[in-house]
């Protein structure tokens, strides 16, 4: 099934988990892992684990007016 399928290099901006951090060596970070990072926290698992990133959560779309 397509919808239950985990994305292979999930986009990072558009995950629930990811945020920005005010660390200059660290500017990126992920809460489902619990990491900050100096890139894309989806890079960083993969070269830990890898595998993909399993945690990726699309963010809620708002409306923008």
Same mark, same amino acid.
Not at 15 to 23: A, E, I, L, Q, R
């Given at each position: *099934?397509? %919808?239950?399928?985990?994305?292979?290099? $999930?986009?990072?901006?558009?995950?629930?988990?990811? /945020?920005? @951090?005010?660390?200059?060596? /660290?500017? +990126?970070?992920?809460?489902?892992?619990? &990491?900050? @990072? #100096?890139? &894309? #926290?989806? %890079?960083?698992?993969?070269?830990? *684990?890898? +595998? #993909?990133?399993? %945690?990726? =959560? $699309?963010?809620?779309? =708002?409306?923008?007016?």
């Amino acid at each position: *099934d397509k %919808l239950l399928m985990k994305p292979k290099n $999930p986009n990072c901006f558009d995950c629930h988990h990811f /945020f920005v @951090t005010w660390d200059q060596n /660290f500017p +990126r970070g992920c809460r489902a892992y619990g &990491i900050k @990072t #100096p890139q &894309i #926290p989806s %890079l960083e698992v993969q070269q830990a *684990d890898g +595998r #993909p990133c399993m %945690l990726f =959560t $699309p963010k809620k779309k =708002t409306n923008k007016k």
